[in-house]
């Protein structure tokens, strides 16, 4: 089982486990009486590992995890919505996570109320709240909110995962193709009635209402019939999947540049080229392993400097599982 470690250990502990003199642990995040919780925020495009390093981190730091996206917080469909399995979790506790109901709508305001209350909640157990998710609409509204109970209470730190555009395209459609392998069309049809809704609920979803002309017509047709409407179909998704990625990519940058919000951005190119071994490796040199610096030196207020001349380039806990 995974052990998991306080944030409100003493600063004399963390430096032992860090092997970093205790004069350079700085941050009120030891002190009771610190005026601002931390928070972290993943931002990037839908298919840029979002899900992916929130876990990196959370096994590195003693975190939780808020998703934010706005189709995955639905119950249901799992497939279609990519939610990140419990498998991939690995014991990290999620919030907002497939639990408002499918056909329900989820608006903005559910979403300030609902991650507010995870975030106070996730503080009182001296963990870290990592916020994920592509609906960077949700995450602007958070930090942007007009009673500024976020901006009173936290300091947040931004990452975004950034992926060249033609390199996340090919990377979509072949993700794509995966979902079809793994079931995605039997889920969408066990969801589809003649009278569903594509504007509320989980029905929004991108590979839902794509199939609704394949469904309505796939009895009447003969097997070449079908296959061409499916293929249309799963085309169709690729194609809005793509134009989504953009639209996030842009937004992202608007919101770095007009509100001024300090982002860290990480290049993922490079690992989304390579394959198998190669990947893994250059998403720990490009991705996970810069993210867990900037982290440390954000949460610990911890230089660079130290954190790079640390024992074997890493920080650990006794039982293995990095800090």
Known sequence: MMMRVSLSLCKETVSSLLDIPSGLLK??????????????ILMGATGTGKSRLSIDLAIRFPAEVINSDKIQVHE?????????????????????????NPNADFTVTDFVDMASHAMDSIVSRSQLPIIAGGSNSFIEALVDDKHFRFQSRYECCFLWVDVAMPVLHQYVSDRVDKMVENGMVDEVRSFFDSNVNYSTGIGKAIGVP????????????????????????????????????????????????????????????????????????????????????IVAEFVYDISSKALLTSPAGAIRVPCGIML
Do not use: M
Not at 76 to 86: P, Y
């Open 210 to 293: 794509e199939f609704d002309r394949y469904f309505r017509a796939e009895r009447f047709l003969d097997k070449r019939g079908r296959s061409k409407l499916l293929q249309e179909a799963i085309q169709e998704i690729k194609r809005n999947t793509c134009r989504l990625a953009c639209r996030q990519w842009e937004k992202i940058n608007r919101l770095r540049n007009q509100k001024n919000w300090k982002i860290h951005q990480l290049n993922a190119t490079e690992a989304f080229r390579r394959h198998g071994g190669e990947a893994d490796e250059a998403w720990e040199e490009l991705v996970a392993g810069p993210s867990t610096e």
């Open 76 to 100: 249901g469909l799992d497939i279609v919505t990519n939610k990140i399995t419990e498998e991939e979790q690995c014991g990290v506790p999620h919030h907002l996570l497939g639990v408002i």
């Open 27 to 40: 941050s009120d995040f030891f002190c009771p009486t610190r005026h601002k919780e931390k928070v972290v």
